[in-house]
């Protein structure tokens, strides 16, 4: 018994000894030294050549001075976040204990123990992961700062910090968000509102939930009433107040930094694809390296700054808007990206990556053509081009001209209709719709018709999704998944994310040539003329869709997308809501290829001309017109021929009737 009692104190002082090393490491560790330079240290977006580029920050540039926070606004949020504020040393036991028991009770998390300035500390100086690793340092952390600042400037530091939904990064952005106010305007009740929001920004937003945040509104009244901040005549005056939510003029772009619609999706790619918060990308100091080039994205953003060079609509009110993207073929890079016309909203709708329309015409070298050539076709192989109906489906060619038949470039590079729905039909939808799914382009069970030939779809195509299938044909074949980030590092220098090549094999090289000799020739001698940039052997392929509105001749998409052997550029330009009053009048050679054209001439500047190698169709162009011009001389020589056998027949007719004509005396 007495050796099983030395063992048991041995085992107690082994874990109090190691309990306490194990505290005492985590306190020497806990250095918060860099605490304002991190508040104060915006996020760097580098180029495609290390060069800083870019910076985004929602930290202390937009704070406010804790002597011009109404003390009303102060008061809200201790109130409702951490009462006990001013009692204890950055940790309340009090409060942990309570909300351990609140929680026992209720069998779920309803209430959190974490004060002020922890929160501060997860915001400021943490990884969002919650491991108890990372609470031990808050725990720590909390109290060093609380060390080293006064109350007044922890909540400075953290009203500054904190977000409170719609974009608002801190007080200030807040305070005009919601109310086109300065904090120091900032009523009672309106104080309340916000510091409500802190607890679930995204759920309480008053612009999405306004109900749900006026009750925690409510309840932070009641709270601050408890706490002895208002009187009960105060409370009940302050949760009479009607909300207006008006949105401040002053804020047009939370983050002004260059390049925004290449930073929002930057942002986007860091969230979506390698799960990182939105607020930590803004407020850590994160280095992200890209693959941005600055003197195409730089091309790109002065063409669109030009109203010049964009589409007239029928519409004069509202603006028509447009989404380009360039892509290196060779490594999926995004090199340059214009989001849309006006404005920039930041994180807004993005027409470049997110847009969803009907590609029109620009998708028959990927759903028809190109399986096509791998069935056996060649360049060269005729068509039918002839008035038919497929079941109830009956497409007609732009032109309204039939010519029986044509060459397979022909009616790629004149962009004709009736041919690609019969190749379709030729070779049978599977295959294209197996070729769609090489070229990384998605489509629905709905898709899987005819009409998928000129376009058709249920939901669209984005420019990025088009640029990333067409880089196959600049890449002998291959396309590699499209992004814009290299690499990540924190503040520290330390590596955090990293982007890995994804290739696919879409088709084989020589299948490639055959269709890059068409689409060549599509700029060259078809439809995409407008697009071609002196110098530099451009190859494409237009798009337009028609208003879907009985009665209304118009157009809603325009669509081209366009390639040399190092870069693919694609744009749309269209109306976001297409109506009877809302529509474009020309067709894509005379608006995105006109686009394109622009973005290329600049964009391509810096680099050296470069050939496909491939065949060109110029030859069997001359070699059909030849044909062509040989018969109709034929035909008018055989005209001429049947005018003077018609004449000699009339001539002898004349003669007989004279010859047989009888004397009538």
Sequence with gaps: MRGLVKLGLI?????????????????????????????????????????????????????????????????????????????????????????LVKNAKAGSVVEGGSTLTQQLVKITMLESNRTLKRKIEEFFLAQEVEDEYTKDEILEMYLNQVY??????????????????????????????????????????????????????????????????????????????????????????????????????????????????????????????????????????????????????TSTEEMVQSGSILLDPKTGGINALVGGRGKHQFMGYNRATQLKRSPGSAIKPLVVYT???????????????????????????????????????????????????????????????????????????????????????????????????????????ERIEPHAIIKIENAEGKEVASSKENKTKVTSKSVVDKMNAMLLGTVEYGTAKNAAVSGYEIAGKTGSTQVPIEGVSGVKDQWFIGYTPSLVGAVWAGYDKTDEKHYLTTHSSEGSALIFHKIMAKALQNQTSQSFKTQDIGPFIAEQQA??????????????????????????????KWRNWEVPW
């Excluded at 772009?253 to 929002?264: E, I, N, S, T």
């Excluded at 044909?627 to 001429?640: G, H, S, T, V, W």
């Design 11 to 99: 085992i107690i002082l082994a874990v109090v000894v190691a309990g306490a090393g194990f505290l005492i490491y985590f306190r020497q560790g806990a250095d918060i030294s860099q605490l304002e330079n991190r508040l104060q240290q915006p996020t760097g977006i580098y180029d495609l050549d290390g060069n800083l580029a870019s910076t985004i920050t929602a930290n202390k540039s937009e704070g406010v001075a804790i002597d011009d926070i109404p003390e009303h606004m102060k008061q809200a949020v201790v109130s409702i976040e951490d009462h006990r504020f001013y009692e204890h040393h950055g940790i309340d036991y009090q409060g942990i204990l309570r909300a």
């Design 164 to 313: 409170f939904g719609h974009g608002a990064w801190g007080i200030k952005k807040a305070a005009n968000v919601y109310f086109s106010k300065e904090v120091s305007e900032l009523s009672v009740a309106e104080s309340a509102l916000l510091a409500g929001v802190i607890n679930l920004p995204s759920k309480l937003d008053p612009y999405k939930n306004l109900d749900g945040a006026l009750k925690r509104r409510d309840l932070v009244l009641s709270r601050m009433a408890e706490h002895g901040y208002l009187t009960k005549d105060e409370e009940a005056s302050a949760k009479k107040d009607t909300v207006t939510l008006i949105k401040g003029e002053k804020e047009t772009d939370p983050l002004k930094g260059k390049y925004p619609y290449f930073v929002d999706h930057v942002l986007s790619e860091a969230s979506s694809k390698y799960g990182m918060k939105l607020e930590d990308l803004l407020i850590k100091g994160y280095k992200i390296y890209t693959t941005l080039d600055q003197s195409m994205q730089q091309a790109t953003e002065s063409v669109y700054e030009n109203d010049a060079n964009f589409p007239v609509g």
């Design 371 to 477: 399986p096509a050539v791998e069935e056996g076709y060649d360049i060269t192989s005729p068509l039918k081009d002839e008035k038919m109906s497929f079941g109830e489906y009956e497409p007609t060619n732009l032109s309204g001209v039939y010519k029986g038949e044509v060459p397979m470039y022909e009616a790629v590079m004149n962009s004709l209709n009736v041919p690609t729905v019969w190749l379709l039909n030729e070779i049978g939808i599977d295959k294209g719709l197996d070729s769609l799914k090489r070229f990384g382009i998605p489509y629905e069970k709905e898709d899987r018709n005819l009409t998928l030939a000129l376009g058709g779809m249920r939901k669209g195509v984005s420019p990025l999704q088009m640029a990333d299938a067409f880089s196959a044909f600049a890449n002998n074949g």
């Design 627 to 656: 044909i062509i011009a040989e018969q109709k001389e034929k035909e008018k020589e055989d005209k001429r021929k049947q005018y003077w056998i018609d004449k000699g027949n009339e001539i002898r007719e004349g003669l007989n």
